[in-house]
């Protein structure tokens, strides 16, 4: 049986969507796995299941990341997931839900896309961490890096503040951090770099995919991080390999907002037996 795909990104931030509202495509962590693999599958940073709305959103995101395991939050794939729904819709406004909550999604003139993507959640338990301990200052070094700040958008994220992002080995320390016992469902690690109040060059290495040329939920930490310690305000542009996010953290009811574009690259079909095996 083939079934219809897109491969969409945001700001290469990549995920090939498949379309699973009219049935339960079946597939299992391991296909999904097999087709996000880019030598010998489709590709991607994530892997994308739009099901059946629940009351209250008009989509249900389903995210795997390219191991096969589930993610709760993707802010560049809640644009895109959004950009496809109002196009349906005839809608400027739509709610995309995730197993982390409802994420309301606008359109902006230019292009652009601006999804809240919730409250950050700043509890030790909430990231969540192996014990007690304030998570704006995590007692957690390894090599060049130490001292991170950590918080929730739906999955855990580390953010490690740097002097010259350019020096640090993100390939050699990423995966160790991530895999840190001080955190038990693993973490999304940030590397990040102040140049003004209003700038953060950001580089992302996630929870299950490894370094990627953009990260919306790990740009919703590095805003909530930075604030937090006092570096930037509250709204701030984040500037990751792959382009730039604008990122606020709203004051009044400490929602995350994420502004930026979306893209389709290609659609296809594919043979889910053709993968996983």
Avoid: Y
């Avoid at 079934?3 to 962590?29: E, Q, S, W, Y």
């Avoid at 909530?224 to 990122?247: C, K």
């Amino acid at each position: 049986m083939m079934i219809p795909f897109r491969k969409m990104h945001g700001l290469g931030n990549d995920f090939v969507v498949l379309d699973g509202r009219a049935a339960d495509l079946g597939l299992t962590p391991r296909q999904a796995a097999g087709i996000a693999d880019r030598h010998f599958g489709i590709g991607c940073d994530q892997f994308i299941v739009m099901e059946p709305a629940p009351a209250g959103s008009d989509v249900f995101m389903r995210i795997r990341n390219p191991d096969g395991s589930e993610a709760g939050a993707c802010g560049n794939a809640t644009r895109c997931i959004a950009s496809l729904v109002a196009e349906e819709l005839g809608k400027d406004r739509v709610v995309v839900r995730t197993i982390a909550g409802e994420l309301p999604v606008e359109r902006l003139p230019g292009g652009l896309w601006r999804a809240d993507m919730g409250p950050a959640r700043l509890g030790w338990r909430d990231v969540p961490l192996r014990e007690a301990c304030d998570t704006l200052h995590v007692p957690l070094s390894l090599g060049p890096v130490g001292d991170p700040a950590a918080c929730s958008m739906g999955n855990p994220h580390a953010t490690f503040f740097v002097d010259d992002l350019d020096a640090i080995p993100v390939r050699e320390i990423g995966p160790r951090l991530e895999t840190h016992p001080i955190f038990p469902d693993r973490a999304n690690i940030g590397f990040a770099q102040v140049t003004s109040p209003d700038h953060i060059r950001l580089v992302i290495w996630e929870r299950g995919a490894g370094l990627t040329l953009a990260c919306g939920s790990g740009a919703c930490a590095t805003i909530v991080n930075a604030h937090r310690r006092g570096l930037t305000g509250r709204r701030a542009t984040i500037t990751m390999p792959g382009g730039d996010l604008v990122m606020e953290w709203r004051e009044g009811d400490g929602h995350v907002l994420m502004t930026g574009p979306v893209a389709t690259s290609f659609t296809g079909q594919l043979d889910p037996a053709a993968f996983g095996a």
